[in-house]
DNA sequence: CTGTTAGCGCATTCAG
DNA sequence: CTGAATGCGCTAACAG
């Protein structure tokens, strides 16, 4: 029930019969005998308080239990000492950045915000420049862009950003070695022996998607193999599409004996598929991810995966901001962190002859 | 969906002057030839703006990528539409609970804010409260409490409670069946003919963990097994202290054939305590855990566990908040949610000759 | 239709 | 040492 309908009385406190709400400063002022700018000294330690109503007005605020409001010291300082972490949708990837950030904030005095717009993201392109221009000067001192579409925001505060998906970024940048972990992945498979390997490719607009087809393409390459184009197919980094394009590979007439996935969603989703025909994997069919996302574990088999480092892209990345927030010339960073492989059961030698007629 | 690379991209900003940064509304205004008052009708679809005005000043918004100011908004409006998740660290734990949140948020018109101030929790108890003075009111609309300590807090906003270690909530609360939970556990390894059974415990001041100890005291009760009193050891939900009890009751003349761990991080523990001592899981020891946190399906080897449907949680009391908001009467709804078990390789019949051939 | 005015909660001058 | 005034960026009354 909303009870306070009625016009604010400025001059009145609300009420404190209900115990508890938004106490603001005006109260512990009125509560206290004092101005509200006495408050705030006593709670900025600001001198100039006499020790008996410092100590008097110390004790009104624990036991009203007051607490600034975030937003309006936000909007009076010029610094806050928050740094946010900006997201498209709270997902396996920013959620693992988001601890990586964690670790790196600790002890560092400063507070973390995560902030997602709910997932809407498709809907509009460029979200991290509007969610940018939403909380940067006011709430947060600095931003961690997770995933952005769109680089080219070139933001005057200080902005890094995490696995950008376009290239020739203007902003710090933390990222995975994509060109060379696909080649690492490809070449597992390759040194299984296997000769036909498909993938379910990523968003083509996007340059991680883009090395990552890349380095498959030249571990083929560096194998003397040609590349089967039709064993290509379109998976955009979304579940549905990848699922199709799963489905289309392991329908060909020669199919695949294993196939890469252009990420862990991508690779999940070829593992379901192949359940859903019968498949066994890794005897009939290998399959390997990219990311190594906590979640690419729970799978039935486990899959392999080249791995990431996504945590530690977070660490990397908020570090990165406190030195920028520190005055320190890294403006023009970009790092670059290794992948490296993570062989779980999803992977195998390919079963019998090579082109033998597979069970389907 | 984003293949709109197209000609004239209303959607990207072109930089004045000073580089793009923060745009304020002022800005706008002067820049359109306008007051500020106008710009924001504008901006909120508010009556009263002529058509020719209007559409100029939404194309100075944009060409000056203009956005307001969550703060600022924030504190000039009741409502926000947005919804915040209190954590006091970004863990595995909270930020499931945070996807289940994103979950339930989508489509609803909500964004979300999820803080925290860097796990620097320890220090001061009733982070909790602390925080929803910092943020409710202003900024959010409404908050969903991770794991609180403290929920004596009688807060008059909506908020909502997920897992909460203590008990008698006045808050609504959505948490996993903790008694039933800790059971299932036990009575796996019962059925698997264990019969020392060591538990690692948890914070002794935590609902939670009491009546996970209780389950472990019910399940031995039930099978007519006395409890050992020595077999239990604190390990306080934390990592070291969890290594230490894992020591100490490994180290005992009768050691254990099997551990509960209080919670997932307890019995990977154990897990690394029993592999320092040259133990072999699950042959020479059986470990079990509680959450099912992703990374339980990490380790070598994989936990078994009684999970928690944490994401579900997330959702659940996002929904339950939104209800909230909405008016609904549901101030004093308890949720308890089911645990299911999750058979992982951690566990097997215990080696020695005991109670060989125990089927079950 | 438009601009002016008055705060939201707080921190910081600057008078008293 | 203290309190009244000012404004952060924005929205909602009310004048013009």
Redesign the pocket.
């Known amino acids: 029930m909303d009870l306070d309908q009625q016009a ?1 009385d ?1 001059g009145v406190p609300v009420a404190p019969g209900g115990a508890g709400g ?8 009125a509560e206290a ?9 006593v ?2 330690g ?9 100590q008097h007005v110390t004790g009104v605020i624990t036991r009203l239990g ?4 975030l ?3 936000s ?3 010029r610094r806050t000492n928050v740094i946010g972490v900006l997201v498209a949708d709270f997902e396996p990837f920013s959620t693992e950045v988001l601890k990586g950030a964690a670790d790196a904030i600790r002890d560092s005095g400063f507070e973390l915000v995560a902030y997602s717009a709910g997932g809407r993201v498709d809907e509009h392109v460029g979200w991290e420049r509007r969610y940018l221009s939403r909380v940067m ?2 709430l947060v001192d600095g931003a961690v862009l997770v995933t952005p579409t769109v680089t080219d925001v070139q933001y005057d505060g200080p902005v890094v950003a995490v696995d950008p998906h376009t290239g020739r970024s203007s902003l710090p940048t933390v990222a995975g070695d994509n060109l060379q972990g696909a080649r690492l992945g490809v070449d597992h498979l390759l040194g299984l022996g296997h000769t036909r390997i498909g993938m379910v490719t990523g968003r083509p607009d996007l340059v991680s998607a883009q090395l990552r087809e890349r380095g498959y393409r030249e571990a083929h390459a560096a194998a003397g193999l040609p590349v089967d184009e039709s064993l290509l197919a379109l998976g955009a980094f979304e579940a549905e599409q990848a699922r199709e394009a799963a489905h289309r590979l392991l329908a060909l007439p020669d199919p695949p004996t294993a196939v890469f996935g252009a990420n862990d969603l991508s690779a999940l989703a070829v593992l379901e598929v192949a359940a859903e025909r019968g498949l066994d994997v890794p005897r009939d069919l290998s399959v390997i991810g990219f990311d190594n996302v906590p979640e690419s574990a729970l799978s039935d088999p486990p899959l392999t995966t080249v791995e990431q480092p996504i945590r530690r892209m977070g660490r990397d990345a908020v570090a990165l901001l406190l030195a920028l927030l520190d005055g320190a010339a890294v403006a023009d960073t970009q790092l670059t962190l290794p992948t490296t492989l993570v062989t779980r059961r999803s992977t195998a030698a390919p079963a019998g002859p090579t082109s033998n007629g597979a069970v389907s």
């Open positions: 604010d400025p938004r106490v603001t400063m005006q109260q512990v002022a005998g004092v101005s509200v700018s006495t408050v705030s000294k709670l900025n600001r001198y100039g308080v006499s020790p008996a109503t410092a007051y607490e600034a409001s937003v309006a010291r909007l009076r300082n000067g006011t």
